[in-house]
């Protein structure tokens, strides 16, 4: 089982790296996350600035961070569609409009998930905010929890953050894996669900979003060489491979 998990995270690690033109995908998809971290990067900073103004630059840098972000999740999606019905070359950056409609269906599916839980993480951030302003008398016997308000509150955004990863990328990267095999029609069948709850699986999204966020720390420095945008887009394209993988095999195994 260890050699055969080990062969599985090498083919994963290869991946991005097979097929013809290998580099050029490569530096599209650098290019693409630098298009859109410096475009959302200018609009961000320059709201924060000043509204009025920073709204006058962040506008026309909206097509290019929608842009790049649906060419960037549709790519991923074909890496995770092509991977799941057993082809083990990447896609490449020549189907311009499929990957747009691919980042489209990758978006819808991402936000439905991801909703409910900004939802719930911006009732829970207010809340730390609220309870201090109610006078103690009025809590009575919820009186000694006020108490650790403080010392949650800092916590909050992390906890928050990893309820949304979490939350957000497991049953997405289930939904986006069954509809790559069976279309809409996979969202009822059971086995295309179940295929998403096998242990091989789990291990595999776990360790994808652990090298994500390890690699967007460790890359965000590099990111004025451009080396960082490469290996932002590298990571997450290995990771795509791997769930497709995984899907395949729980897809494949006997149920119970």
Same mark, same amino acid.
């Given at each position: 089982? *260890?050699?055969?998990?080990?062969?599985?995270?090498?083919? %994963?690690?290869?991946? /991005?790296?097979?097929?013809?033109?290998?580099?050029?995908?490569?530096?599209?998809?650098?290019?693409?996350?630098s298009?859109?971290?410096?475009?959302? *990067? @200018?609009?961000?900073?320059?709201?924060a600035?000043?509204?009025?103004s920073?709204?006058?630059?962040?506008?026309?840098?909206?097509?290019?961070?929608?842009?790049?972000?649906?060419?960037?999740?549709?790519?991923?999606? %074909?890496?995770?569609?092509?991977?799941?019905?057993?082809?083990?070359?990447?896609?490449?950056?020549?189907s311009?409009?499929?990957?747009?409609l691919d980042?489209?269906?990758g @978006?819808?599916?991402?936000?439905?998930?991801?909703l /409910?839980?900004?939802?719930?993480f #911006?009732?829970? #951030?207010?809340?730390?905010? !609220?309870?201090?302003?109610v006078p103690?008398s009025?809590?009575? /016997?919820?009186?000694? !929890?006020?108490?650790?308000?403080?010392?949650?509150?800092?916590?909050?955004p992390?906890?928050?953050a990893?309820?949304?990863?979490?939350?957000?990328?497991y049953?997405?990267? !289930?939904?986006?894996c069954?509809?790559?095999?069976?279309?809409?029609?996979?969202?009822?069948?059971?086995?295309?669900i179940?295929?998403?709850g096998?242990?091989?699986?789990?291990?595999?999204?776990?360790?994808?979003?652990? #090298?994500? !966020?390890l690699?967007?720390?460790?890359?965000?420095?590099?990111?004025?060489?451009?080396?960082?945008?490469?290996?932002?887009f590298?990571? /997450?394209m %290995?990771?795509?491979?791997?769930?497709g993988?995984?899907?395949?095999?729980?897809?494949?195994?006997?149920?119970g």
């Open positions: 089982m *260890t050699a055969e998990r080990d062969s599985t995270v090498h083919d %994963a690690v290869r991946y /991005p790296l097979r097929g013809e033109d290998a580099i050029g995908t490569l530096l599209i998809g650098g290019l693409l996350v298009l859109w971290l410096g475009a959302a *990067t @200018t609009a961000a900073l320059a709201t600035a000043d509204p009025r920073g709204a006058v630059v962040a506008l026309p840098t909206l097509p290019v961070v929608g842009g790049s972000w649906l060419l960037l999740l549709g790519f991923l999606v %074909a890496c995770l569609r092509r991977s799941a019905n057993g082809r083990d070359e990447p896609p490449r950056f020549d311009w409009g499929q990957l747009l980042g489209l269906r @978006t819808v599916v991402v936000a439905a998930f991801a /409910p839980i900004l939802v719930v #911006a009732i829970t #951030a207010a809340a730390p905010t !609220v309870a201090p302003t103690a009025a809590l009575g /016997p919820l009186e000694p !929890v006020s108490s650790w308000v403080p010392v949650v509150q800092p916590w909050v992390f906890v928050g990893g309820l949304f990863a979490a939350g957000v990328s049953p997405a990267a !289930v939904v986006l069954a509809m790559s095999i069976g279309g809409l029609r996979a969202m009822g069948s059971v086995q295309s179940a295929a998403g096998t242990v091989e699986f789990t291990v595999a999204w776990l360790g994808s979003l652990v #090298a994500t !966020v690699v967007i720390v460790v890359a965000t420095p590099l990111l004025v060489l451009f080396v960082g945008a490469v290996a932002m590298y990571v /997450p %290995a990771a795509s491979r791997l769930l993988r995984a899907y395949r095999s729980g897809l494949a195994a006997p149920p």
